[in-house]
């Protein structure tokens, strides 16, 4: 399987603080990776560092095997690697439709591409259809996070990174999300995917990697992680009937 998506990240830090170190992720094409740890084990920060944000990083990433490690955070967007970050970054006064626009006016789109990803948006979330007209602070939570995932389409990603996508969000409304972002990954779209649910996840997932202190402390096939003794004891909420990993690499 081609990667899409690769990132060597020797070190990422907030000042002097080191939050990775020798971290390395690969994307394939059309695979939807998830990646788990506890609160501070930097899933957040191998985010902001793929994407450019935290500048504060040794690190190589390259897209469809080119370098774009010299890439700033917007041309890595232009490029194709797009982040949705935690906390439902909406544009509270817009309508839904005008923070859907947004992301396809700054990479100039053609009006058919723009209607043809607009089209994709709604028949992923058809609540965002409904409610095109209203401002986006009246959506609900969940609503407003479709939003944001919707936004990051409009983009048209290459690879999506998506922060939390469930955080807050009611179980109905969880599943709804899942459901959706493993139709994006059944229809080829690359997507690296944090999250807090690693039940979901995993389930989703075609392969994981579990941080740990800032560095790589598993990975492997979703399937064998779901079913790992020890990330079911640390993040599934208990232990499993049947102990050990069948593929799990212990970094």
């Given at each position: 399987?081609?990667?899409?998506?690769?990132?060597?990240?020797?070190?990422s830090?907030?000042?002097?603080?080191?939050?990775?170190?020798?971290?390395?992720?690969?994307?394939?094409?059309?695979?939807?990776?998830?990646?788990?740890?506890?609160?501070?084990?930097?899933?957040?920060?191998?985010?902001?560092?793929?994407?450019?944000?935290?500048?504060?990083?040794?690190?190589?990433?390259?897209?469809?095997?080119?370098?774009?490690?010299?890439l700033?955070?917007?041309?890595?967007?232009?490029?194709?690697?797009?982040?949705v970050?935690?906390?439902?970054?909406?544009?509270?006064?817009?309508?839904?439709?005008?923070?859907?626009?947004?992301?396809?006016?700054?990479?100039?789109?053609?009006?058919?591409?723009?209607?043809?990803?607009?089209?994709?948006?709604?028949?992923?979330?058809?609540?965002?259809?409904?409610?095109?007209?209203?401002?986006?602070?009246?959506?609900?939570?969940?609503?407003?996070?479709?939003?944001a995932?919707?936004?990051?389409?409009?983009?048209?990603?290459?690879v999506?990174?998506?922060?939390e996508?469930?955080?807050?969000?009611?179980?109905?409304?969880?599943?709804?999300?899942?459901?959706?972002?493993?139709?994006?990954?059944?229809?080829?779209?690359?997507?690296?995917?944090?999250?807090?649910?690693?039940?979901?996840?995993?389930?989703?997932?075609?392969?994981?990697?579990?941080?740990?202190?800032?560095?790589?402390?598993?990975?492997?096939?979703?399937?064998?992680l779901?079913?790992?003794e020890?990330?079911?004891?640390t993040?599934?909420?208990?232990?499993?009937?049947?102990?050990?990993?069948?593929g799990?690499?212990?970094?």
């Amino acid at each position: 399987m081609t990667v899409r998506l690769r990132a060597a990240v020797a070190s990422s830090r907030y000042g002097p603080v080191e939050v990775l170190h020798d971290v390395n992720v690969e994307v394939a094409e059309g695979e939807i990776v998830a990646v788990l740890g506890a609160n501070g084990a930097g899933k957040t920060t191998l985010l902001r560092t793929i994407s450019g944000v935290l500048v504060k990083a040794g690190a190589a990433i390259s897209l469809d095997g080119e370098d774009i490690t010299r890439l700033s955070a917007p041309a890595r967007v232009r490029a194709g690697v797009v982040h949705v970050p935690e906390g439902r970054r909406v544009f509270a006064d817009l309508t839904v439709l005008e923070n859907l626009e947004v992301p396809a006016v700054a990479r100039r789109a053609a009006d058919a591409d723009r209607r043809a990803c607009l089209e994709r948006v709604y028949d992923l979330f058809p609540v965002l259809a409904e409610r095109r007209g209203q401002r986006a602070s009246s959506l609900s939570g969940g609503q407003q996070q479709m939003l944001a995932v919707g936004r990051g389409l409009m983009s048209a990603p290459r690879v999506l990174m998506v922060d939390e996508a469930s955080l807050g969000l009611a179980p109905a409304t969880t599943d709804e999300m899942f459901e959706a972002l493993a139709r994006l990954g059944a229809a080829g779209l690359s997507i690296l995917l944090v999250e807090q649910n690693a039940r979901a996840s995993l389930e989703i997932a075609a392969r994981a990697y579990v941080l740990e202190r800032g560095g790589v402390r598993l990975s492997g096939r979703a399937a064998d992680l779901l079913h790992d003794e020890r990330v079911a004891s640390t993040y599934l909420g208990g232990h499993l009937a049947t102990t050990g990993a069948t593929g799990a690499t212990e970094g």
